[in-house]
């Protein structure tokens, strides 16, 4: 197999058949947070059909205020850790590996959600991204139990069997909320420059570390783009995204996951590297790139009930074989068609649909 997407990566104990990640894919289909048998069938026909890694919708930490949906997976408790071990067997019975997501959507819950409506919305400085002040201001005790909750999903991630873990620090929910200035304009530890910032993500890393010990990867995932904003940046420079990216290779992250909303959009200029490409460049840390692989257009549209046109991979395989990023991830078309990659590993991308957001109310 010459195609660079079925090359096998290793990374801390664990192995990959190939370079193809299912991106985490927020599906509600957990009464009570509790994933169930066709949880399980969903990632176990992926796991089958020769993804390398699945990484889990996301799982929300034992937080009050984590979830903001009560048919959205939990990682804590009895019910909840009994179902994801049986997914772990599933994936693992059809030769796959896989990460749980573990998540906390910050101030984008809406008080009275999730499983815990009566829990208080977690932010940095209970702010919005616009300056309203709408939730109370973190105690640093509030943000070290956050931290440890974190490391109590993680640890539960070990036990249960998991191949990696990810850490949800992306698209303007808690862990990026910390990264923001808008969101955080605190003045202990947590808070300050770019790097000062960083801190809160950096205390999860080394948590979690201790809790899965030191044959389990971590994965962070970050994004420049929020959802309150899609033109909002962290790093303005090459420069700066370093200095910020090094927070965390001191702390022992293993992998970064590095969301754009199109992959191929350069994320400097000068320079036709996606932020995939610089991360690695500037860390030598590995890197998964994501953004619409396989498809015409962004994810957004698909809220909004649009669909999306197939288009080529002989970009990303091209990129992916000059080594400019490690793994790929592939979120709707992986979504709609659990024999993706199956397909483009048996030369049927004739075969690809075009992507229906109909798919996202059924859990194939």
């Not at 994933?35 to 799982?59: C, F, K, M, Q, S």
């Not at 999860?204 to 033109?231: A, H």
Request: net charge negative; with cysteine.
């Amino acid at each position: 197999m010459t195609n660079p997407l079925f090359q096998p990566f290793s990374c801390r104990g664990m192995d990959l058949s190939n370079r193809i990640v299912m991106a985490p894919m927020t599906r509600s289909f957990s009464p009570n947070g509790v994933p169930g048998e066709n949880v399980a069938a969903y990632y176990e026909r992926r796991a089958a059909a020769d993804v390398g890694l699945i990484i889990t919708e996301g799982t929300t930490i034992d937080r009050p205020g984590a979830s903001s949906d009560a048919n959205v997976p939990v990682f804590h408790g009895d019910a909840a850790l009994e179902g994801w071990g049986n997914v772990v067997t599933h994936v693992h019975k059809a030769g796959g590996k896989i990460a749980p997501q573990l998540w906390h959507t910050g101030i984008t819950r809406k008080p009275g959600t999730g499983i815990n409506p009566q829990g208080s919305t977690d932010s940095p400085s209970g702010i919005t991204h616009t300056g309203k002040l709408v939730a109370p201001v973190l105690s640093e005790s509030d943000v070290d139990d956050m931290v440890a909750s974190f490391a109590r999903s993680a640890g539960a991630a070990a036990r249960l069997g998991f191949d990696a873990i990810e850490i949800h620090g992306a698209h303007g929910y808690l862990v990026d909320e910390f990264f923001w200035e808008v969101m955080n304009v605190r003045e202990d530890r947590y808070g300050g420059g770019l790097n000062e910032r960083a801190r809160f993500a950096a205390d999860i890393i080394s948590e979690c570390r201790r809790e899965v010990g030191n044959d389990m990867p971590i994965i962070l995932r970050f994004s420049q783009w929020k959802q309150q904003d899609y033109n909002a940046r962290l790093a303005q420079t090459p420069e700066e995204l370093e200095g910020f990216l090094k927070v965390f290779v001191d702390a022992g992250v293993d992998i970064l996951h590095c969301s754009q909303r199109r992959y191929w959009e350069p994320e400097f200029d000068g320079s036709d590297l996606n932020l995939a490409g610089w991360a690695k460049k500037l860390t030598g840390l590995p890197t998964i790139t994501v953004g619409s692989v396989g498809l015409s257009s962004d994810f957004i549209g698909a809220f909004m009930g649009e669909g999306s046109k197939t288009s080529s991979l002989e970009d990303i395989e091209a990129r992916l074989d000059r080594g400019e990023f490690d793994l790929v991830a592939i979120g709707r078309a992986l979504l709609q068609d659990p024999l993706w990659a199956q397909k483009v590993k048996e030369g049927r991308t004739d075969e690809l649909a075009n992507y229906d957001a109909e798919a996202l109310k059924t859990l194939y």
